[in-house]
């Protein structure tokens, strides 16, 4: 059973098809990359998913749970954590407590989730603090350290810091290490490398494989191609909302299809330059050919 399956999944806004009928399944320790121009309908994909919304029709099933009608805090207690396209952080926490953060549906001790009363226990159980609660802040605590070490000397000996303080690059990977704090099953990170240069670029890919070495399953939106090419074990390109290609990474690079989504035959035809993002989009994929 594939540990992420999505079938005929749809989403419109008026007269607009944001997501067009798209299936897609993802096996445990897989990676794949979602790539295509801007507007093709990668983050309202990742959305629906997610439970942030909610499809026209279509199902999503994580681990074989049917994910329909679930609230993104139950999803997330299934085991699936997300970034953002625009890095979100809690600007006034610090990057310890915004890590401490995405452990919300991990907790036991601290959070017994008992119908009605919980909310009373739980400030009961702040107060009071007893072992068990000590032991499992103790053993987060660790967890924070562990992970923020994956990005070296960018966040650790930041770690009281507020999250405002951080620069653009230290946020995003900010909400990363939140993401990672949840131990998902599934890890969707939309556009990670967005506005990096080149050297945070190559820092980002190398956390990224280390997940990939861990035998995290993950689905990437990325526009840097050469980041997709090294780290996808296979590559899916949405254009207008449907699946227009889907593969191994070196088959949907040459697929003319994927280029065409990109540069368009209008402005050969009316010799005009294509857009930049879609110049670029070519120029990458030489790169990478």
Known sequence: MPL?????????FGGLTAVDAVSLHLTAGETLSIIGPNGAGKTTLFNLISGIDIPDTGTVC????????????????????????HGRVFGNLSVRDNVLIGAH???RAARPGLPLVGPLVELALALVRPAAVAAEEQALADEVTAILGRFGERLLPRIDQPAHSLSYANRRRLEIARALMLRPRLLLLDEPT?????????EMLE???????????????????ELVMALSDRVMVLDGGAVIAEGMPAAVRADPRVIEAYLGRRHSA???????????????LEATS
């Open 207 to 225: 956390v990224i494989r280390g997940l990939k070495d861990d035998g995290l399953s993950m689905l990437l939106i990325e526009h840097k191609l």
């Open 270 to 284: 009316e010799r005009e330059p294509p857009p930049l993002a879609a110049q670029q989009f070519a120029h990458q």
């Open 105 to 107: 549906a991990r907790l």
């Open 4 to 12: 992420l399956e999505i079938t005929g999944l749809t989403r419109r």
């Open 194 to 202: 967005a506005g990096m240069n080149p050297t945070e670029t190559a």
């Open 62 to 85: 994580l681990g074989g749970h049917s994910l329909g009608g679930l609230t993104p805090e139950r999803i997330a207690a299934l085991g699936l954590a997300r970034t953002f396209q």
